[in-house]
Nanobody
Framework: QVQLVESGGGLVQAGGSLKLSCAAS?????????MAWYRQAPGKQRELVAR???????NYADSVKGRFTISRDNAKNTVYLQMSSLKPEDTADYYC????????????????WGQGTQVTVSS
């Protein structure tokens, strides 16, 4: 009963920047653990881009390290992905991921996925 809604995708030229957002919402009380961003390019498997535990160090794929920054606002139940120095190879559908516990699930963490937001980087 929790939804992850992504926004911020679009078309950008190489070297440009985009900021993705993912907000969790639901009708019942919930608690969010780790949040992350994945991406899937055409013809390729989904890969982890960045990961942000609630209160721990973040992790990045080597391909985006130094260019992307993941952050979260726990009060807003939102995770962000600031993408800079974008390259054509960053073109993909970007998916938000979160582990969420709810009263309805007896506070057992469950995996949630957003529907994806498309990022296209032109050369």
């Amino acid at each position: 009963q929790v939804q992850l809604v992504e926004s911020g995708g679009g078309l950008v030229q190489a070297g440009g920047s985009l900021k993705l957002s993912c907000a969790a919402s639901g009708s019942m009380l919930f608690s969010i653990g780790v949040m992350a961003w994945y991406r899937q390019a055409p013809g390729k498997q989904r890969e982890l881009v960045a990961r942000a535990p609630r209160s721990a160090s973040t992790n990045y794929a080597d391909s985006v390290k130094g260019r992307f920054t993941i952050s979260r606002d726990n009060a807003k139940n939102t995770v962000y992905l600031q993408m800079s120095s974008l390259k054509p190879e960053d073109t993909a559908d970007y998916y938000c991921y979160a582990e969420i516990a709810t009263a309805g699930s007896n506070w057992r963490a469950q995996a949630y996925w957003g529907q994806g937001t498309q990022v296209t980087v032109s050369s």
